[in-house]
């Protein structure tokens, strides 16, 4: 049996889609389940007019990991696919597609989709999405960390398929993350001899328009997620190669598309990403740069990263203290380098 779960929380601007393309998809024998945080909008009416099993949770209790291991809990389903609540479903066999790894191969553990942008997405969406997600399907194993690092571990919740007895097997999802519980799923799935595969035929329209200040918040989360399991790049390396080619490829991508204006606009949400890891993962490094160019004025080396977060001491101005602090070529030039010795987290984020 197949189980569909989508985490809700006021989607009454995306279920409708969401729940009719569902219904349309050629499989129809399948278990629905919402878990919904409390939304004060329609969402669990509408919900429950396509006769779904709706869970309710507090709020505050949503959890990216901890909520999709309750719905997994529940699940009568042998291989269960998850769904964010923004993701719409490209065609009819999108969950008939992601689907067929599991049953072609028992060492499947799990498979993802591709993610198109939506129309009307920005330059930057766009390329994102058609960077991470290719137009051909491949599988990982373990072994494969050895040329792809830490993307080997690589999928995405937005939509993805588990085979449920291998989720059991790895203790579900981890709690208590801002994000990356399926990065930290993966890698435990091929770290127990399962692969993942990657279906470029199951697609689903998804993207986010991203203002360079949310580029930095999400970039500050995946430094503070790489600091609190930085087993992941033990056990995996970084993705050698991988950001300077997404650098150069997001370059050439305006470029083809005539968008000359934004070159500016792309080196500032780089340079924008870099910050925010290095500031989230709480870099010795980076910290020693921090404190030499007064980028943020009165923050301490020990500084901890969350309570900069919650505080909301990190603004977008903060870019401009620091570059009105460096002098001369030579510092832009070895803020360049900083940039380029670790362009392989721009990979990372989808």
Not at 153 to 180: D, P, Q
Request: with cysteine; charged share 25%.
């Amino acid at each position: 049996m197949l189980t569909i779960i989508v985490p809700t929380y006021n989607a009454s601007e995306y279920l409708p889609s969401l729940l009719t393309r569902l219904e349309s998809q050629s499989i129809k024998n399948y278990e629905l389940i919402v878990v919904d945080s409390s939304s004060n909008d329609n969402t669990i009416d509408i919900a429950q007019s396509h006769r779904a099993n709706v869970i309710t949770i507090p709020q505050p209790e949503f959890d990216h990991g901890g909520t999709r291991t309750l719905a997994a809990m529940e699940a009568k389903g042998d291989i269960l696919v998850y769904l964010t609540q923004d993701a719409l479903l490209y065609n009819e066999y999108a969950v008939e597609n992601i689907i067929k790894p599991f049953t072609s191969d028992r060492k499947i553990g799990a498979a993802f989709g591709r993610q198109l942008p939506y129309p009307g997405a920005s330059v930057f969406a766009e390329h994102l999405r058609l960077f991470n997600y290719p137009d051909a399907s491949y599988t990982r194993v373990l072994d494969d960390k050895k040329k792809y690092g830490i993307k080997t571990a690589f999928l995405s919740n937005s939509f993805a398929a588990y085979r449920k007895s291998v989720l059991k097997e790895i203790g579900y999802f981890k709690s208590g993350l801002l994000f990356g519980e399926d990065a930290c799923a993966g890698a435990k799935i091929l770290m127990k001899g399962y692969k993942i595969a990657y279906v470029a035929e199951a697609i689903v329209l998804h993207s986010h328009n991203y203002t360079v200040w949310q580029d930095f918040r999400r970039y500050f989360d995946m430094g503070i997620f790489h600091r609190t399991q930085n087993w992941l790049l033990k056990e995996f390396g970084k993705a050698e190669g991988e950001g300077i080619k997404y650098i150069k490829s997001e370059i050439k991508f305006l470029l083809k598309k005539r968008r000359f204006v934004l070159l500016p606009e792309s080196a500032l949400r780089l340079i924008m990403k870099y910050l925010g890891y290095k500031l989230g993962k709480g870099s010795k490094r980076f910290r020693s740069l921090v404190t030499k160019y007064k980028f943020v004025k009165g923050l301490s080396t020990s500084a901890d990263a969350t309570a900069i977060q919650r505080r909301g001491q990190v603004k977008i101005a903060i870019i401009c203290d620091w570059l009105t602090a460096m002098r001369g070529g030579e510092r832009c030039l070895e803020a360049v380098c900083e940039l380029y010795l670790d362009a392989d987290i721009f990979t990372l984020v989808h």
